[in-house]
């Protein structure tokens, strides 16, 4: 079993920047690709970034492009969703989700995800 912690969540300011942690307990968390995901006040997850298991790529919504970065630091479990430029269309709760996967496809729909986080609270006002 995997057991994922998210944390950095808060409340900011259109345009400030945020970063969000997940810290997993396995003993093989360099064999899982992460992702995170936004929840909307209706309950859907929407795909954000995606990391493979040695770090190697990314993968990123277009809404995320070119303002938030994906990392892990495979020696502390931990991956980690850097959001700059931050806008009020990213409110929502951010979760981190486990996939044991080592290849290079990027997965991106919550169901191919097994492990989740409870998720960490994300308000950008306007």
């Known amino acids: 079993q995997v057991q994922l912690v998210e944390s950095g969540g808060g409340l900011v300011q259109a345009g400030e920047s945020l970063r969000l942690s997940c810290a997993a307990s396995t003993g093989t968390f360099d064999r899982y690709a992460m992702a995170w995901f936004r929840q909307t006040p209706e309950n859907e997850r929407i795909f954000v970034a995606y990391i493979t298991a040695d770090g190697g790529k990314t993968y990123y919504a277009d809404g995320a492009e070119g303002r938030f970065s994906i990392s892990r630091d495979n020696a502390e479990n931990t991956v980690s969703l850097q959001m700059d430029s931050l806008k009020p269309e990213d409110t929502g709760i951010y979760f981190c989700?486990?996939?044991?996967?080592?290849?290079?496809?990027?997965?991106?729909?919550?169901?191919?995800?097994?492990?989740w986080g409870q998720g960490t609270q994300v308000t950008v006002s306007s």
């Open positions: 989700a486990a996939r044991y996967y080592t290849g290079d496809y990027a997965y991106y729909r919550p169901r191919e995800f097994v492990w």
